[in-house]
């Protein structure tokens, strides 16, 4: 996450460390270690996602430490190594 911190801000600068970095918003993809300006409307914070990540995605505002509800939605973020694994209850 990159917080805009600048008033009237269009653009803003993000340092990716070293990896494979995934824009949330725009699925477009970065190779870091480097420095990349990106948009920064003001409806969007700019957010990147590491890749081998997998996000977990609740209903909009779903309590965040209860046991997810029937619609649960992961994001995966594939790399050269990663691996979901199944949890029971």
Do not use: N, Q
């Amino acid at each position: 996450m990159a917080p805009v911190t600048r008033e009237g801000a269009t653009h803003w600068p993000v340092y990716l460390p070293e990896g494979r970095w995934h824009d949330f918003w725009t699925h477009e993809v970065y190779e870091g270690p480097r420095g990349i300006t990106v948009e920064a409307p003001l409806d969007r914070l700019p957010l990147f996602v590491r890749a081998g990540a997998i996000v977990p995605m609740g209903a909009a505002g779903a309590a965040p430490f209860r046991p997810p509800a029937d619609d649960l939605t992961l994001l995966v973020y594939p790399a050269a190594s990663a691996s979901l694994h199944a949890l029971r209850r």
